[in-house]
């Protein structure tokens, strides 16, 4: 059963760029949660999505910040007109339903110049 | 709103000493606390849990216990290993409605270095 998959692992943008982070769940679990964690600080939650929805949005910055969880395919968070604070590790997770138990991803590590 | 306060690091031991990393929490329901390491480079991994009060969550050598009195669940082992250098992070997930939990709320991470 493979784990939480994210891609890509890195990504480099330019100030004014688009990024977009993709995340696969693991098989079975309908529910994703997206973290950022800024250098030397700890994990703050962005995003909780089911399939189609968007359960709690109260991490998200409220501009260039966007997330989706179609019914096909992966999570994508994307970010537009990226900026150099927007860089970090980027995490996903995912649980199945009603499960308290939450399973990282490897991250994606952005680095905007 | 829900908080994790973890005791400052870094922390440096040597092999074979007894390790504390102290976590409280605050928190308007009644929350499932976990413990999560990080490797350098690699995301997080669940350490162990526990999902009610006294509980205890224990794996590879290390133990918390889920101390509703004190809002507490700190992370104990008896002798550290080389191995166990990395990030600790103390975090709990509370409900967010039905049946269904939310948000993990972390501590700041209590960085973890073991010297042979």
């Known amino acids: 059963n493979a784990g939480v998959m994210q891609n890509p692992r890195h990504l480099v943008r330019r100030r004014g760029q688009e990024a977009r982070l993709r995340c696969s769940p693991m098989k079975g679990h309908s529910h994703v949660y997206w973290y950022r964690q800024l250098p030397e600080e700890g994990l703050k939650f962005m995003v909780y999505?089911?399939?189609?929805?968007?359960?709690?949005e109260s991490g998200m910055p409220k501009e260039r910040f966007s997330a989706e969880f179609p019914k096909e395919g992966p999570s994508i968070l994307r970010i537009q007109q990226v900026v150099r604070g927007d860089s970090a590790a980027y995490f996903c997770?995912?649980?199945?339903?009603?499960?308290?138990?939450?399973?990282f991803g490897p991250g994606t590590r952005l680095t905007v110049l | 709103g829900d908080s994790v306060t973890q005791m400052e690091g870094p922390v440096t031991l040597s092999e074979e000493a007894f390790l504390t990393i102290n976590c409280t929490y605050t928190a308007t329901g009644y929350p499932s606390l976990f413990w999560y390491v990080q490797y350098p480079g690699e995301g997080l991994q669940l350490l162990l849990k526990a999902t009610k009060a006294d509980d205890k969550g224990s794996n590879k050598g290390f133990e918390a216990t889920y101390r509703k009195e004190t809002t507490s669940f700190h992370l104990e082992k008896g002798s550290v290993q080389v191995s166990d250098s990395a990030v600790y992070f103390c975090?709990?997930?509370?409900?967010?409605?039905?049946?269904?939990?939310?948000?993990?709320?972390f501590g700041q991470g209590t960085i973890l270095t073991v010297h042979p």
């Open positions: 997770a995912s649980s199945p339903p009603g499960g308290r138990e939450q399973f």
């Open positions: 975090a709990l997930s509370d409900r967010a409605g039905g049946t269904s939990y939310g948000k993990l709320t």
């Open positions: 999505l089911q399939k189609e929805n968007i359960i709690d």
